[in-house]
């Protein structure tokens, strides 16, 4: 069993930046492969990135590709998600999730395990 727990949401101006922090137990996280999704009031959840099990591989979704970064801290089992120039169109609340192999996964399906979700308000 994986728990996670995210960290880091918050109000932010546009333009503004901000980190968030996701912690997973298990002893074997450097073996999982994780990714950020996120979803706004009204709508559907959406991939924003995913990371394969050691790091060495990203995939981002088009609305964030170059301004969002994710990275993988296996030595804190930690998952992070940095977010630069924000825009009013990046509120939602960010989920993150793992699933039990190396790969990248880009659908909601492909993961087994979710946390439970912090809140980001960028305001204009």
């Known amino acids: 069993q994986v728990q996670l727990v995210e960290s880091g949401g918050g109000l932010v101006q546009a333009g503004g930046s901000r980190r968030l922090s996701c912690a997973a137990s298990g002893r074997t996280f450097s073996s999982y492969g994780m990714g950020w999704f996120r979803q706004a009031p009204g709508k559907e959840r959406e991939f924003v990135a995913a990371?394969?099990?050691?790091?060495?591989?990203?995939v981002y979704g088009d609305s964030v590709e170059g301004r969002f970064t994710i990275s993988k801290d296996n030595g804190k089992n930690t998952l992070y998600l940095q977010m630069n120039s924000l825009q009013p169109e990046d509120t939602a609340v960010y989920y993150c999730?793992?699933?039990?192999?190396?790969?990248?996964?880009?659908?909601?399906?492909?993961?087994?395990?979710w946390g439970q979700g912090t809140p980001v308000t960028v305001s204009s």
């Open positions: 999730a793992a699933l039990r192999a190396n790969y990248i996964g880009l659908q909601i399906t492909s993961y087994e395990y």
């Open positions: 990371i394969g099990g050691s790091g060495g591989r990203t």
